[in-house]
């Protein structure tokens, strides 16, 4: 069966209105392939709410306005019609708002609410009346409107503040201040002067150290060596036994000093009987003045004379010098 060209014509017609009104809807949001479940909403006021406007529960995208519709010719209400994309329960208490951020276009959010019955196909949902795309904006712009009066009562303060330090008094002050911190600044400037400055010529002097020390590395070790040496042997030494033979010397000095000073032995009696010292004195005083008349009277003790004289020089009384003579009369 031949199809002539009209009939051909018809069909490319027919199947091009199909697909322009499916790909129309499926930029709108919609798809008519599948059967969606419609909610209504009234609003006295959409703001800048557009057709295909995202609808959101907790954050999450589940439909897009579909449609709007006045109430009445005096515009009492606009209902919204929305296509849910999404299976779903929301709750027959659930609230719809209207919100919109600055920048982004506006949308619609549900607050689920907590009753246990559902909302079907064709149930309009409750709106909240004082929500509007002005209370949107007011609740979003609020909290940086009070903290921009915070920063402005702080920039009040800061000023007072500005103007109270900036007296007469107070601006020699800083004047001598910057004065001195330029004076600060060159002396630091000098300091840091590559060529000339005292921290270079520190630099070089601490260069000059560690190059001599790496020149001298061979003796620092054999230094430390020496060292750990000697540590070592100072640590295999006997302490405990040295400071053992320390302790029992000191006692035994201690004993002896204790029976110097006791009255019962010789050596105490000595050094304390002022009579036993002065006795023993005189003794020695009388045996030195003997030793020294031996000296100066030789021939009174031992006589070699061939006819016997006698001397007839008396004796010592008292010790004399050591290079002493008597002379004695014919």
Not at 88 to 102: F, M
Not at 128 to 134: A, I, P, T
Not at 189 to 204: D, H, P, R, V
Not at 265 to 272: A, K, P, Q, R, Y
């Amino acid at each position: 069966m031949k199809i002539n060209n009209e009939t051909k014509v018809g069909i490319l017609v027919i199947v091009g209105l199909t697909l322009l009104i499916l790909g129309f809807n499926f930029l709108k949001g919609n798809d008519l392939l599948n059967r969606q479940t419609k909610l209504y909403a009234v609003f006295s006021d959409l703001g800048t709410l557009q057709k295909s406007n995202p609808v959101k529960i907790n954050g999450l995208e589940v439909g897009t306005v579909y449609d709007f519709k006045e109430i009445d010719k005096d515009l009492s209400g606009i209902i919204i019609t929305i296509n849910m994309k999404r299976d779903v329960n929301i709750p027959k208490n659930s609230v719809a708002t209207i919100e919109s951020d600055l920048l982004g276009p506006s949308f619609i959010v549900i607050a689920k609410g907590n009753a246990t019955e559902f909302l079907k196909n064709g149930d309009t949902l409750h709106t909240d009346k004082y929500s509007s795309l002005l209370g949107s904006v007011t609740a979003q712009v609020n909290p940086t409107l009070g903290k921009m009066r915070e920063s402005l009562d702080s920039l009040k303060l800061v000023m007072s503040s500005v103007n109270k330090i900036f007296d007469p008094n107070t601006k020699g002050n800083l004047q001598s201040i910057i004065a001195n911190l330029m004076i600060s600044t060159a002396y630091l400037k000098e300091l840091l002067n590559t060529q000339t400055g005292a921290l270079a010529q520190s630099l070089n002097n601490i260069s000059s150290v560690t190059g001599n020390l790496k020149n001298n590395n061979d003796k620092v070790d054999s230094v430390l060596t020496n060292v750990e040496t000697a540590t070592r042997k100072l640590a295999d030494l006997n302490i405990e036994e040295a400071l053992a033979n320390v302790k029992s010397t000191m006692n035994e000095l201690k004993a002896t000093i204790e029976k110097a000073n006791s009255k019962d032995g010789s050596l105490g009696l000595l050094l304390n009987d002022k009579e036993l010292y002065r006795n023993l004195n005189n003794a020695l005083i009388s045996v030195e003045t003997l030793l020294d008349d031996v000296r100066v009277h030789p021939k009174r003790y031992v006589n070699l004379s061939v006819f016997g004289k006698k001397d007839k020089t008396g004796p010592l009384t008292s010790p004399q010098a050591k290079d002493s003579v008597i002379i004695q009369k014919k």
